[in-house]
């Protein structure tokens, strides 16, 4: 029943759409700079102005100050001059640098995800490939999608710094960045489709329920990391990242594994007015 996916996504060749230009690369040596968006593109220059290399060093120190201030403070409550001020740069830099105050915090927010999405693209393709039973490959396929950004997230900056920030961007961040992140989905794709081909069983709405969970799971692995340390009484451990990942592996591969719902009529078990 799988099959239909490609009706639904197209052709999509993933492998090629993640490039990495000098500033990503840059940053992705810095765990303290990467978050999970895409790349936002050089800003356009003014007429004569000579083009800024991606990764020059007034930038990088206004995106590393601008951080720091976005996780303790409201976007609306911190102004520019205390950015270029705590960057020590001038007050024009941000917008030659980066538009406007949204512009900084769009590239701030899509700062360094090429490289989660290269080591997914590049797990993804180890699974596919890789000899073994289904549920071999199965694993291998969540493993993929849910390891790097599971082992980021864990990192100490991003919990100090990316957490507080992503959960600002929520609430006030320029819109183009919340919309980003409810409708972004290009990355699931690939992920999908190996399903489909590992699980010919399986309706695609059930594949996109299955992967929902998985992701939600995932996702609770940096926002969630905080209140499940205090529940627990430190009974969670998190400083040993691959072991957090292999438990979210092992949950989640029976549920992926698991066989159709059974569909039920609605109005099943309901009683009869009257």
């Known amino acids: 029943m799988c099959d239909i996916v490609e009706q639904v996504f197209g052709s999509f060749n993933f492998g090629t759409s993640v490039q990495f230009n000098q500033e990503e690369s840059a940053l992705s040596k810095s765990p ?29 120190r206004i995106l590393t100050a601008a951080q720091e201030l976005f996780a303790t403070r409201s976007f609306t409550q911190v102004n520019v001059r205390e950015i270029t001020d705590a960057a ?23 700062r360094s995800v ?26 291998e396929v969540i493993r993929a999608l849910v390891a790097p950004v599971i082992r980021w997230s864990l990192l100490a900056d991003t919990q100090k710094y990316y957490v507080p920030f992503l959960e600002r961007v929520r609430l006030d961040g320029p819109l183009e960045v919340r919309n980003a992140l409810d409708s972004e989905t290009t990355y699931l794709r690939p992920f999908v ?5 590992l699980l010919p069983g399986l309706p695609i709405s059930e594949i996109h329920w299955r992967l929902s969970f998985v992701l939600g799971i995932e996702h609770s692995m940096h926002t969630e990391v905080k209140r499940w340390q205090a529940m627990s ?32 009529p609605a109005s099943k078990g309901t009683r009869k007015r009257g």
């Not at 090429?114 to 199965?138: H, N, W, Y």
């Not at 489709?193 to 081909?197: E, I, P, Q």
Request: aromatic share 4%.
């Open 32 to 60: 303290s700079n990467a978050t999970p968006a895409q790349v936002v593109p050089t800003e356009t220059r003014r007429r004569g102005r000579p083009l800024l290399p991606e990764n020059n060093e007034t930038r990088e």
């Open 88 to 110: 020590a740069v001038s007050l024009g830099a941000i917008n030659y640098h980066f538009g406007s105050k949204d512009g900084l915090v769009t590239a701030l927010f899509r």
């Open 233 to 264: 009484a430190g009974a969670c451990d998190f400083a040993d990242a691959d072991a957090v990942i292999e438990r979210v592996v092992n949950f989640s591969l029976p549920g992926l594994l698991a066989p159709p719902p059974a569909l039920t």
């Open 193 to 197: 489709s190996a399903l489909c081909t």
């Open 114 to 139: 090429p490289e989660l999405l290269a080591q997914r693209t590049q797990m993804l393709d180890a699974a596919l490939q890789a000899d073994g039973s289904r549920e071999t490959k199965v694993r």
